[in-house]
């Protein structure tokens, strides 16, 4: 079963915008990922931004979490064609697995 | 590149045969998760094995199995395929320090299995 719901599941966009992706999940969690596919290809680690943590920066990237309301937000600056990517969040609790959602098919348009 | 290898890269089985399935970890890692990740899907955890040991498994049945060697390699194995493995199975490595989980996982590029 999977735990995270990103939510929009396709995004569009033109290169130079910005890009917002959102992740829901259920259970409590000691931590959450954000991990971008290439299509068909392995998962590339982004960020990781604990329970204990609010946000979180990487470069371009910006992570949000709020546990009351169970989410995250992931953002993306000034967003370039080589962003196009499926991006996934990923929760981890007390056990080792992630648990994976569905993904966020990102189309950065040149 | 993550230094996480997996072979095959493809591979096309029938139905009712055998696949093993190899990974090699990333240097300086214990920790090995075995993923499958159906079309359009986000991955599916297997199994996880720490110090050659499973060390924690998912929603899948026994003829799923895996191996970790000393050198922190991993098997997995997929015995009486079925159409529905069909997918793709990614491996990732980790270091897990005593009691923590593992946090961020490093993934290989995957095989990619076929089962007609």
């Known amino acids: 079963s999977q735990q995270g719901e990103e939510d929009p599941q396709a995004l569009s966009i033109q290169e130079g915008e910005n890009a917002t992706m959102n992740c829901s999940y259920k259970t409590s969690i000691n931590n959450l990922q954000w991990y971008r596919q290439n299509s068909g290809r392995g998962l590339v680690h982004l960020i990781l931004?604990?329970?204990?943590?609010r946000e979180k920066h990487s470069g371009r990237l910006r992570v949000t979490l709020d546990t009351s309301k169970k989410s995250s937000s992931l953002l993306i600056t000034a967003s370039r064609a080589a962003d196009t990517a499926s991006y996934f969040c990923a929760t981890q609790g007390g056990s080792e697995k992630l648990v994976f959602g569905k993904g966020t098919k990102l189309t950065v348009n040149p | 590149e993550t230094g996480v290898t997996q072979s095959p890269t493809h591979l096309i089985k029938t139905r009712g045969q055998q696949v093993t399935l190899r990974c090699s970890s990333q240097?300086?890692?214990?920790?090995v998760s075995w993923y499958q990740q159906a079309l359009g899907q986000g991955p599916q955890f297997i199994f996880q094995y720490y110090r050659e040991e499973e060390n924690g498994r998912g929603n899948f049945p026994p003829r799923f199995s895996g191996l970790q060697f000393p050198n922190y390699s991993s098997e997995l194995n997929v015995n009486a395929l079925e159409l529905d493995d069909s997918a793709l199975y990614l491996c990732?490595?980790?270091?897990?320090?005593?009691?923590?989980?593992?946090?961020?996982?490093?993934f290989g590029e995957g095989s990619r299995l076929t089962v007609l």
């Open positions: 990732a490595s980790s270091f897990k320090g005593g009691t923590g989980v593992a946090g961020e996982l490093f």
């Open positions: 240097s300086g890692h214990n920790t």
């Open positions: 931004i604990r329970s204990n943590e």
